[in-house]
């Protein structure tokens, strides 16, 4: 299955970083050139899911999906050893929400991550500047800040539209639960990651009931593990007046069998709605840089950290939006000098952090992120599937598609405006590339290149959306 543990991490979750990087690597210099065919249908065996296109034709793009997927089978199967041991839970011998090696292994990923933005330059392929990675990404206390001006501007405006905000919890049974806090323990064998599916699932099916109602959802989701790793859900969800008892009623019809699993309880202030969730940023976003809380411990963050990364569990998302964080994001970069007065406006708000004023411009406005959905067909290279589509005159192909951000779509306006035009490569310093050689032994002429991580790139300009014109000079 796609999300829980695969034969393959059951037998091999005792190996370690150095170890999967080289069955990686041998699994590419062997199979990947032998046969593509073999090499997916055994990808699909290990780790549950199939290659992507560009993995079939890219050599770098299928070594970087071994390693991951890898990765993902080997610590999901050490953690999920960990909860039937009864090593995760709330007793004085367990550990909170993750086991302690995958704290450990969470801690090493991070220190990888920090020296690879420490040794990483963001380069400007037709300038050639050059900034250090590390300087440019963003920053815990970044993402708590962005998060709290959002919250804080989204509950004003849903306010200000007649809609309060209302707490919900969502829980899973007894069942679920591999170490209960109360109680003797009843679980099924269910992981993390199943009960995440599980919500997610019954979640999509009262979203659908709402819609036929008439019903608009609109708030933030935030995700925590219990003590033993059990998944629950967090909610602030704006609800008029006049729907509190139909949506109720459709949260207890969805979720009704799960037991006492649903929770609505009406908030008293604006205030107070931003401090629920900010409360639970701190402890599930990733973002509790500077005051975290007084319920909340350092050992709290590492633990619900490290439980999100093993399981591939998201945090946080703000639901019922439209969009308009990207673009909210997209406003607050460096327009081009042709920009229109709407769209200075946005950038304006943006800038500022007034969420609620720009997200009433961004209504009047009509505005949109503005992609293209690239589609590229390559010729098919492994062999067997070149003869197969021989055989019966045709041509085997693979179609690879991309979506990339360009700017920003004023739907009322009818004008497309580009604010990303600038092509960026990621390339080592020449410091870590030096030391990298060193290590390896390997010896270097005056002609070869230097390293490169990987290239980003813009997207060519391409016509804008149907009815839409491209304001002059943005492209």
């Known amino acids: 299955m796609a999300c829980g543990v695969t034969a393959w991490g059951w037998r091999h979750r005792g190996m370690i970083e150095r ?20 090499w997916a249908s055994s990808y699909k065996a290990r780790y549950g899911v199939g290659p992507t296109p560009l993995m079939r034709l890219d050599r770098d793009a299928a070594l970087r999906g071994e390693r991951r997927n890898m990765r993902r089978c080997v610590r999901q199967a050490e953690e999920a050893s960990a909860l039937l041991a009864g090593h995760v839970g709330c007793r004085g011998h367990q550990a909170r929400y993750a086991s302690h090696l995958a704290r450990f292994r969470r801690a090493d990923q991070l220190e990888q991550h920090q020296r690879l933005a420490d040794e990483t330059l963001v380069v400007d392929t037709e300038t050639g500047e050059a900034v250090p990675l590390a300087k440019v990404k963003r920053q815990p206390r970044q993402r708590r800040a962005e998060l709290h001006v959002v919250t804080r501007g ?21 069942t679920w ?3 209960p806090k109360f109680g003797r323990a009843k679980w099924n064998g269910s ?19 709402a819609k036929k109602a008439g019903i608009d959802f609109v708030g933030a989701r935030f995700v925590e593990p219990h003590s033993d790793g059990c998944v629950h859900w967090h909610l ?14 459709i949260l207890t019809a969805v979720f009704g069998d799960l037991g006492p699993a649903v929770r609505i309880e ?7 709605a931003v401090k629920y969730c900010m409360a639970y940023a701190a402890k599930t976003a990733a973002c509790a840089d500077g005051q975290i809380g007084q319920h909340i411990t350092s050992d709290d963050l590492t633990g619900v950290d490290a439980w999100r990364s093993t399981w591939g569990i998201r945090g946080w998302q703000l639901f019922g939006l439209k969009g308009r964080l990207g673009v909210w994001r997209e406003c607050r970069r460096k327009l081009p000098d042709d920009a229109p007065a709407e769209l200075r406006s946005l950038a304006r708000h943006a800038r500022a952090g007034q969420f609620r004023e720009f997200h009433e411009e961004a209504e009047r406005t009509g505005a949109r992120i503005w992609a293209t959905d690239q589609e590229r067909e390559y010729p098919d290279p492994d062999p067997a599937r070149q003869q197969r589509a021989a055989a019966q005159g045709q041509r085997a192909t693979l179609i690879v598609h991309r979506r990339r951000t360009v700017g920003i779509w004023l739907e009322r306006r009818g004008i497309c405006i580009a ?17 990298a050689l060193a290590a390896s032994g390997i010896t270097v002429t005056a002609d070869s290149g230097g390293e490169r991580v990987r290239t980003g790139e813009i997207p060519p300009a391409q016509a804008p959306p149907d009815g839409a014109e491209r304001v002059p000079g943005a492209l």
């Open 154 to 174: 989204m509950i004003d405006y849903e306010i200000a539209h007649s809609r309060w905000p209302y707490f919900i919890t969502l829980t899973l049974p007894a």
């Open 266 to 272: 009406r908030a008293r202030s604006a205030e107070g």
């Open 191 to 209: 992981l993390p990651m199943a009960g995440q599916r599980e919500l997610c699932r019954r979640w999509a099916l009262a979203r659908a009931r």
């Open 19 to 38: 170890e999967i990087a080289d069955e990686a690597r041998h699994r590419i210099r062997t199979l990947w050139r032998a046969g593509r065919s073999i």
């Open 177 to 179: 639960h591999p170490s």
């Open 419 to 435: 604010t990303r035009r600038r092509k960026w490569a990621l390339m080592r310093s020449a410091a870590a590339s030096a030391a």
């Open 236 to 249: 602030i969800q704006f609800i008029r007046d006049d729907e509190v008892q139909r949506v109720t009623d």
